[in-house]
């Protein structure tokens, strides 16, 4: 079963090298794009990644990264000139689909959780297929040809721009962080502040940690190995606190942390692009007070009923 869901795994990740190299080619092709050159080199590299990563030297997966970095850095990535459809069409579409829009989008939960609860699939194979599955109800709803999803996949990928490569490298450093011994080093800095026996401010150290570790990581995935070895066994679990429940609790506080940073950007900068918002913080402003707020809940929660 393992072999499967690998097999399956890797041909999700070749479709979406294909479509980032198609994104790649429809930018090279873009004669208004004046970065065209290095709008394309990025995807077309980003694409060749995602197919080829298992198969190749990680040295020249790190050095197609760097290089990808290098592009950003010096602004050589462009959104192109896709044309997307007149506003009076959509405003058209929108009132003769109604609510058979949010179809699609709803999907992609329903069709992962089934798989994912009722199939030995897994999670990751169960989101894939919830995006395949809207694919195709979205095809349906709205009956467009089939040949508009490259266009559509490459203009919305490029709107995206270059913050779509946050979450692996984020991913990624997590994991760096947690081998080279972070979360030892933030144990024995917190055991300097956080007296040794005193359950509530080991509860509000390790959330508090783990919102503040996830805005600057991007990812509670990622914070969660550090902080739970640097904070929450040391000073909370040790204490005598069920660990299903702190390791539920820390890690959805760390989510707090992520409604508060622009690190997040699938989650923060990415609709303010789609959106076209002037101020691409807007969405941080807005969700920051309820994070802080649910972030107060769960040190409640978690100090009255993790002992």
């Not at 459809?85 to 179809?103: P, V």
Request: aromatic fraction near 8%; include cysteine.
């Amino acid at each position: 079963m393992k072999e499967t869901i690998n097999l399956i795994l890797e041909i999700m990740y070749v479709i979406c090298g294909i479509i980032s190299i198609l994104c790649g080619i429809y930018a090279l092709r873009d004669q208004k794009n004046d970065k065209r050159i290095g709008s394309a080199a990025f995807w077309i590299i980003f694409g060749l990644v995602f197919i080829l990563g298992p198969y190749i030297n990680p040295v020249i997966v790190g050095a197609s990264l760097l290089v990808m970095g290098l592009i950003t850095a010096t602004k050589n990535i462009k959104i192109g000139s896709l044309a997307n459809s007149s506003e009076e069409f959509r405003e058209k579409q929108a009132a003769k689909l109604g609510n058979l829009i949010f179809f699609p989008a709803l999907s992609i939960g329903i069709v992962a959780f089934a798989i994912a609860q009722f199939t030995p699939l897994g999670g990751l194979v169960g989101l894939g297929g919830g995006a395949l599955a809207a694919l195709v109800i979205s095809l349906i709803v709205t009956k467009e040809s089939p040949a508009m999803i490259p266009h559509e996949s490459s203009r919305i990928l490029q709107q995206m721009g270059a913050t779509v490569i946050l979450p692996q490298l984020l991913g990624a450093l997590g994991s760096v962080f947690a081998k080279a011994g972070v979360g030892e080093v933030i144990a024995s800095l917190m055991g300097g502040v956080i007296p040794d026996g005193n359950r509530l401010l080991g509860v509000i150290g390790y959330c508090v940690a783990m919102a503040v570790f996830t805005m600057i990581m991007g990812n509670a995935f990622a914070a969660f190995a550090v902080i739970t070895a640097g904070i929450g066994v040391p000073f909370v679990i040790n204490l005598g606190a069920n660990p299903a429940l702190v390791g539920a609790l820390g890690l959805t506080a760390g989510y707090c942390g992520t409604l508060m940073t622009p690190m997040a950007a699938n989650f923060n900068i990415v609709p303010a692009s789609i959106l076209e918002m002037e101020n691409k913080n807007s969405v941080i402003f807005v969700q920051a007070p309820i994070a802080i707020v649910m972030l107060i809940i769960h040190i409640i929660i978690m100090y009255l009923f993790a002992f």
